[in-house]
């Protein structure tokens, strides 16, 4: 699987994004998608995931309310809608895919995650 993350810019507080990541390579409604961040001298950071099924999606509490994860299965794609962004969201944003045969996200570490994007940064200023 190979993940291409796109999407991000610089934005002032308050305002919108819509991140995306293909995935090619393997049947995608299989695997869990998921968004992490980094924000500079911080460490990788949970923000949110999906499962095969869009009601299955679970949100880090720093972004619940402000960010919607979504999949088109017919492209292969996984949306992150980032709204009300604040200047503490500036990072740089990964995609990452977990191999299932459930279908359903059973974890938010990264280390469970097997396929990573190469990353978007997503700049906020105040």
């Known amino acids: 699987v190979q993940l291409q993350a796109s999407g991000g810019g610089l934005v002032q507080a308050g305002g919108s994004l819509r991140l995306s990541c293909a995935a090619s390579?393997?049947?995608?409604?299989?695997?869990?998608m998921g968004w992490f961040r980094q924000a500079p001298g911080k460490e990788l950071e949970f923000v949110a995931a999906?499962?095969?099924?869009?009601?299955?999606?679970v949100y880090a509490d720093s972004v619940k309310g402000r960010f919607t994860i979504s999949r088109d299965n017919a492209k292969n794609t996984v949306y992150l809608r980032v709204n009300s962004l604040k200047p503490e969201d500036t990072a740089v944003y990964y995609c990452?895919?977990?191999?299932?045969?459930?279908?359903?996200?059973?974890?938010?570490?990264?280390?469970?995650?097997?396929?990573w994007g190469q990353g978007t940064l997503v700049t906020v200023s105040s």
């Open positions: 390579g393997l049947a995608f409604n299989l695997l869990v």
């Open positions: 990452a895919a977990r191999f299932t045969t459930s279908g359903v996200v059973q974890s938010t570490e990264g280390e469970s995650y097997d396929r």
């Open positions: 999906i499962g095969n099924s869009v009601m299955d999606a």
